[in-house]
Nanobody, 123 residues
Framework: VQLQASGGGSVQAGDSLRLSCATSRRTSSNNGLGWFRQAPGKEREFVAA????????IYASSVKGRFTISRDSASNTAYLQMNSLEPEDTAVYYC?????????????????WGKGTLVTVSS
């Protein structure tokens, strides 16, 4: 099982970043995919998720309207486009493969996790 998140970096408030999560077809083709994040001293929190077909996206209220999740079935890659970044978005971002075909918002609904990618937003 392989998941590899990438695309993090250090940016200014208001900037954009796009995160990518490469997965193996065997791992994810029939499963929902999701993004979570964990800031220092805080628990992992849900950011966004999408179903196995790339539809029915769901978002945390804190990122709705600024972040967009998508997936490319041909390459088995999930993306998180992050616009209008805020210092509060600073965290390590993780992608996960859901246990079911739909996206989910609870960490316990995910069976595989990739190594995170750090996003730092300065004011």
């Amino acid at each position: 099982v392989q998941l590899q998140a990438s695309g993090g970096g250090s940016v200014q408030a208001g900037d954009s970043l796009r995160l990518s999560c490469a997965t193996s077809r065997r791992t994810s083709s029939n499963n929902g995919l999701g993004w979570f994040r964990q800031a220092p001293g805080k628990e992992r929190e849900f950011v966004a998720a999408i179903n196995w077909r790339g539809g029915s996206p769901i978002y945390a209220s804190s990122v709705k309207g600024r972040f967009t999740i998508s997936r490319d079935s041909a390459s088995n890659t999930a993306y998180l486009q992050m616009n209008s970044l805020e210092p509060e978005d600073t965290a390590v971002y993780y992608c996960g493969v859901a246990r079911s075909a739909t996206g989910a918002s609870r960490p316990e609904d995910y069976t595989y996790w990739g190594k995170g990618t750090l996003v730092t937003v300065s004011s």
